[in-house]
């Protein structure tokens, strides 16, 4: 078979939609070991011109293969690993089952499977890894989340439910700047226990969401860097008096807490970005008076204040303010 011939076959394969047809087309340029379908094969690894970014766009010959990216991605991860400048691997749209693909990669620096990884079991071939970015989604068949403690090098962090409620691991990872952890209410494993982040100092983004069964939030009155802070649907928590330590918060966004008063926030003077939804045990006078605190201690007009009562939705306060 001359090459065009074998490049139109495996382009066939490729493209198909049945998993062992993808399969059998890698093995065929592997045995075959032909530079002109390497090249090809190469060029189908398709790379963003300005960030050096490995997509999830797979083409051959100008044909974009649809089907089973991932397999074809992984494949070429392996074979061409010593391409220089793979720093970021998406798989955006691509489901992924198997991460052994990953192991030895020792540049990347961003992975991001959001939405692609519920499949996967093991996070073991993460370890070693020099990330700074981690987008894990949501892992519900993962039970051990210790490879991802061993990342210390990691600026950012987000995880969006799985199959253990032990964070403990998290804890390692030191040089975390961002976390989201969320979404657990959406799986089998609940979190109830959040003391992983007293020894995450460096943090200055945090979003707690979905965390039904998480009641203290005292381990927050650690970290003292953080600036941003969300918290949504935690109905347990009954108060914020762990906030009142937290000197650098400029942004504050609550949403489906189950606090009753917002006293806890009065002496933060520094929040530029305030926002309380779906938090039905506030009062409206509670709302109105928090309002007013923040006035008396703006040095400048606050732009808009409004309250939104709307029933089961809960009731909003949204304010912003040049400077406090």
């Known amino acids: 078979m001359?090459?065009?011939?074998?490049?139109?076959?495996?382009?066939?394969l490729i493209s198909s939609a049945d998993l062992d047809h993808v399969r059998q087309g890698l093995e065929m340029v592997e045995a075959l070991n032909d530079p002109e379908i390497d090249r090809c094969m190469k060029a189908c690894v398709r790379f963003h011109?300005?960030?050096?970014?490995?997509?999830?766009?797979?083409?051959?010959?100008?044909?974009?293969?649809?089907?089973?990216?991932?397999?074809v991605v992984s494949w070429s991860l392996k074979r061409y690993r010593h391409l220089d400048g793979v720093k970021t691997v998406r798989f955006s749209g691509?489901?992924?089952?198997?991460?052994d693909f990953l192991v030895g990669n020792d540049r990347l620096e961003l992975l991001n499977l959001s939405g692609n990884a519920r499949a996967v079991t093991d996070l073991s071939p993460l370890v070693g890894l020099p990330l700074h970015k981690l987008l894990l989604g949501s892992l519900p068949a993962v039970t051990d989340l210790s490879p991802v403690g061993t990342l210390t090098g990691l600026k950012w962090l987000s995880v969006e439910g799985s199959g253990t409620g032990d964070l403990s691991a998290l804890a390692n990872l030191t040089a975390l700047e961002t976390l989201f952890v969320g979404n657990y209410d959406r799986v089998d494993a609940q979190v109830g226990d959040i003391s992983f982040l007293a020894p995450l100092t460096?943090?200055?983004?945090?979003?707690?969401?979905?965390?039904?069964?998480?009641?203290?939030?005292?381990?927050?009155?650690?970290?003292s860097k953080l600036?941003?802070?969300?918290?949504?649907?935690?109905?347990?928590?009954?108060?914020?008096?762990?906030?009142?330590?937290?000197?650098a918060l400029e942004l504050l966004h609550i949403d489906d807490v189950g606090i009753s008063d917002l006293r806890a926030l009065d002496?933060?003077?520094?929040?530029?970005?305030?926002?309380?939804?779906?938090?039905t045990g506030i009062s409206p006078d509670e709302l109105r008076r928090n309002a007013a605190s923040r006035m008396r201690i703006s040095s400048n007009a606050i732009s808009?204040?409004?309250?939104?009562?709307s029933g089961t939705r809960g009731r909003r306060l949204r304010r912003s303010c040049?400077?406090?």
Do not use: W, Y
């Open 322 to 324: 040049a400077s406090f």
């Open 267 to 279: 002496d933060l003077h520094r929040i530029r970005s305030f926002s309380v939804s779906r938090c």
């Open 202 to 223: 460096q943090l200055i983004s945090l979003h707690l969401s979905g965390l039904a069964q998480v009641s203290d939030l005292s381990v927050l009155s650690s970290l």
């Open 227 to 247: 600036a941003q802070l969300r918290l949504s649907r935690l109905p347990l928590v009954p108060d914020l008096s762990a906030l009142t330590e937290l000197m």
């Open 49 to 71: 011109p300005n960030r050096n970014v490995l997509e999830r766009g797979v083409e051959l010959r100008n044909r974009r293969v649809r089907h089973h990216p991932a397999e």
């Open 2 to 12: 001359n090459t065009r011939k074998a490049l139109a076959h495996i382009r066939s």
């Open 304 to 309: 808009s204040v409004s309250a939104d009562r």
């Open 94 to 99: 691509c489901p992924v089952a198997n991460l």
